[in-house]
T-cell receptor, first 113, second 113 residues
Framework: GESVGLHLPTLSVQEGDNSIINCAYS??????FIWYKQESGKGPQFIID?????DKRQGQRVTVLLNKTVKHLSLQIAATQPGDSAVYFC????????????FGQGTELSVKP | DGGITQSPKYLFRKEGQNVTLSCEQN?????MYWYRQDPGQGLRLIYY???????QKGDIAEGYSVSREKKESFPLTVTSAQKNPTAFYLC????????????FGQGTRLTVV
């Protein structure tokens, strides 16, 4: 969904554990879903994306899962490190709205050493 | 990030003045976007443009204006009609043929006093 006026949920994990960050989306016609990482005071950085005709995609230490039935997206980070501490956003690319790119609420990940 | 430049990084303006934020990209991307981010919150879409000389309103376009006279440039003007302009502004660009994965600039922090 669209992020308006809400403070970010937080997730705290121990270094070395796996992290799972979740996101719900609203537009069933979105054709790409994207995860971003944002560090304080910086612009978001691309992590991984997934096309709507897939349900899983793996990158280096990250996996994205897409469940279109319940409009749910998740990002799994393996062996979480202190450098992974940041805010994570999901985004959906709505090709049926001229390529409108809408961001979800975001989750603040805190990694304890 | 990589080929998208926002300037300036910090900007101070007096209340009632219009101000223009610059965004330039050398990635040959067709699509460009402007987002607003308030402290501890997500990204809200102001305007986006898929091609030169065309742009669409996002979710919070009131009080803002844009132009897209060149493919590389998508300046954002914050007008005096914007009631609460102090925020972090982020520009992004993407290649729609590659899934709409957007790349972001480092942002402009606008403070109106």
């Amino acid at each position: 969904g669209e992020s308006v006026g809400l403070h970010l949920p937080t997730l705290s994990v121990q270094e070395g554990d796996n992290s799972i960050i979740n996101c719900a989306y609203s537009n069933s016609a979105s054709d790409y879903f994207i995860w971003y990482k944002q560090e304080s005071g910086k612009g978001p950085q691309f992590i991984i994306d997934i096309r709507s005709n897939m349900d899983k995609r793996q990158g280096q230490r990250v996996t994205v899962l897409l469940n279109k039935t319940v409009k749910h997206l998740s990002l799994q980070i393996a062996a979480t490190q202190p450098g992974d501490s940041a805010v994570y956003f999901c985004a959906e690319n709505r090709s049926n709205q001229g390529g409108k790119l809408i961001f979800g609420q975001g989750t603040e990940l805190s990694v304890k050493p | 990030d990589g080929g998208i430049t926002q300037s300036p990084k910090y900007l101070f303006r007096k209340e009632g003045q219009n101000v223009t934020l610059s965004c330039e990209q050398n990635l040959n991307h067709d699509a460009m976007y402007w987002y607003r981010q308030d402290p501890g919150q997500g990204l809200r879409l102001i305007y986006y443009s898929q091609i030169v000389n065309d742009f669409q309103k996002g979710d919070i376009a009131e009080g803002y204006s844009v132009s897209r006279e060149k493919k590389e440039s998508f300046p954002l003007t914050v007008t005096s009609a914007q009631k609460n302009p102090t925020a972090f502004y982020l520009c992004a660009s993407s290649n729609q043929s590659k899934g709409g994965r957007a790349f972001f600039g480092q942002g402009t922090r606008l403070t109106v006093v």
